[in-house]
């Protein structure tokens, strides 16, 4: 299991720039992908950013250019370094990891979330 704490979030004005961090804890070695996610109100999660084991990222279209995702793994924590910030950027963003383990004997993967924190941008 892992514990996933989100901060950083916020309001800021449209072109403007947040961190979000995800402090992990827990079994951090077998985290294989790491990831962020948004909610819009009345809208689904959907994923923003994500970033594996290996060190691959991938975002989705609308962040590309603008929005980065680290890890410090002295710090076991994940960033979303987010930039040039729109109106439709705002959102609870959720951390997320995928974990690799065995259900009933065969490998599988285990979805773990943070709690969230609210981007909010401002025109």
């Known amino acids: 299991q892992v514990q996933l704490v989100e901060s950083g979030g916020g309001l800021v004005q449209a072109g403007g720039s947040l961190r979000l961090s995800c402090a992990v804890s827990?079994?951090?070695?077998?985290?294989?992908?790491m990831g962020w996610y948004r909610q819009a109100p009345g809208k689904h999660r959907e994923l923003v950013a994500e970033l594996t084991r290996g060190g691959t990222t991938n975002y989705v279209d609308s962040v590309k250019g603008r929005f980065t995702i680290s890890r410090d793994n002295a710090k076991n924590t994940v960033y979303l370094q987010m930039n040039s910030l729109k109106l439709e950027d705002a959102g609870v963003y959720y951390c997320?990891?995928?974990?690799?383990?065995?259900?009933?004997?065969?490998?599988?993967?285990?979805?773990?979330w943070g709690q969230g924190t609210q981007v909010t941008v401002s025109s």
């Open positions: 827990g079994d951090i070695g077998s985290i294989n992908v």
């Open positions: 997320k990891a995928i974990l690799a383990g065995l259900r009933n004997g065969k490998p599988s993967t285990f979805d773990y």
